[in-house]
T-cell receptor, first 114, second 117 residues
Framework: GENVEQHPSTLSVQEGDSAVIKCTYS??????FPWYKQELGKRPQLIID?????GEKKDQRIAVTLNKTAKHFSLHITETQPEDSAVYFC?????????????FGTGTRLTVIP | NAGVMQNPRHLVRRRGQEARLRCSPM?????VYWYRQLPEEGLKFMVY????????ESGMPKERFSAEFPKEGPSILRIQQVVRGDSAAYFC???????????????FGAGTRLSVL
């Protein structure tokens, strides 16, 4: 089955700096890679996603890059703000009929220091 | 659209009792997923259901756990004879039918935090 690894497990940055979280996956058939943000005691919320036919996607201060050959993808947050502090999870999925479950990484606890 | 609704938010059970967790998907969504999250850990897939069908239960423990998504009503995750190791947050997610973008955007509920005494 799919195995998703995520690094680092914790990350502290100064407000205004950039944060980068990296994930690798094992199954070359995976073709959909979402990122979720989870605040303490809250539900995971989708912040950005990318399909395997795209190498990069950006949404304001958040961007995701995907390297299919190396089987890794990264989340980039620029100009970090205190409200970006949360746990971030990457995930991988094979999107086709009958097998859509998400395999999650173990999470990165991001702390943005004001 | 009320979003994915889970209840109860918190559930306390004694060892050996049964736990029933409910999930109502977003309006128009026909796919439901259950995930378990242990403290300080990521989410682990348990089961994927469509109306009246279990599509993938590869993440479900072989014993004591079952799930259903009936034609009418919410999806139910049932844990029989709970043990302390079942204490966790259980999240439900739903997704719409596959669209032209072939994405699988899953929207999560707020979770049920199960505590087994």
């Amino acid at each position: 089955g799919e195995n998703v690894e995520q690094h680092p497990s914790t990350l502290s940055v100064q407000e205004g700096d950039s944060a980068v979280i990296k994930c690798t996956y094992s199954d070359s058939a995976s073709n959909y890679f979402p990122w979720y943000k989870q605040e303490l005691g809250k539900r995971p919320q989708l912040i950005i996603d990318i399909r395997s036919n795209v190498g990069e996607k950006k949404d304001q201060r958040i961007a995701v890059t995907l390297n299919k050959t190396a089987k890794h993808f990264s989340l980039h947050i620029t100009e970090t703000q205190p409200e970006d502090s949360a746990v971030y999870f990457c995930a991988a999925s094979q999107v086709f009929i009958g097998a859509n479950n998400l395999f999650f990484g173990t999470g990165t606890r991001l702390t943005v220091i004001p | 659209n009320a979003g994915v609704m889970q209840n109860p938010r918190h559930l306390v059970r004694r060892r050996g009792q049964e736990a029933r967790l409910r999930c109502s998907p977003m309006k128009g969504h026909s796919h439901v997923y259950w995930y378990r999250q242990l403290p300080e850990e990521g989410l682990k897939f348990m089961v994927y259901l469509q109306k009246e069908n279990i599509i993938d239960e590869s993440g479900m423990p072989k014993e004591r756990f079952s799930a259903e998504f009936p034609k009418e009503g919410p999806s139910i995750l049932r844990i029989q004879q709970v043990v302390r190791g079942d204490s966790a947050a259980y999240f439900c997610a739903s997704s719409p039918p596959m669209g032209v973008e072939a994405k699988n955007i899953q929207y999560f509920g707020a979770g049920t935090r199960l505590s087994v005494l």
